[in-house]
């Protein structure tokens, strides 16, 4: 798991952690239980795909629940885990709102207020 968001950034913007159906790549939208990487990787290890990308997938974001799967990571470029981190409050003040989003904090985080 990558912390690339400050864990003070995070909780600010993200006072609730995602709900495990909110896990998701913001570039092609699939749920861990939808990529047959995660799927097949996750019964060699004896868990679910979702605990899987938790605790084994890098792009992972505890704070905002995206990561980016395989295909997505190499069709934007492979861009850094920290460009990829700060992308991701952007992601989730575009799209639906997860439940107790401070949208205050993520306004101010795009102003660099935060």
Do not use: W
Not at 29 to 48: C, F, L, R, V, W
Not at 54 to 72: I, R
Not at 82 to 95: E, G, L, Q, T, V
Not at 97 to 106: H, I, K, M, T
């Amino acid at each position: 798991m990558n912390n690339t968001i400050k864990f003070k950034e995070g909780k600010a913007m993200f006072p609730i952690a995602p709900k495990d159906h909110q896990i998701e790549c913001p570039y092609c939208g699939k749920h861990p239980d939808q990529i047959e990487e995660y799927i097949g990787a996750s019964k060699e290890e004896n868990m679910t795909p979702i605990e899987y990308v938790k605790s084994q997938e890098n792009t992972y974001c505890q704070y905002t629940g995206c990561f980016v799967c395989t295909p997505c990571y190499f069709n934007i470029g492979t861009p850094t885990l920290d460009k990829i981190h700060s992308a991701f409050p952007y992601f989730r003040m575009d799209a639906e709102p997860l439940e107790g989003q401070n949208s205050e904090a993520l306004v101010k985080y795009r102003l660099g207020e935060l």
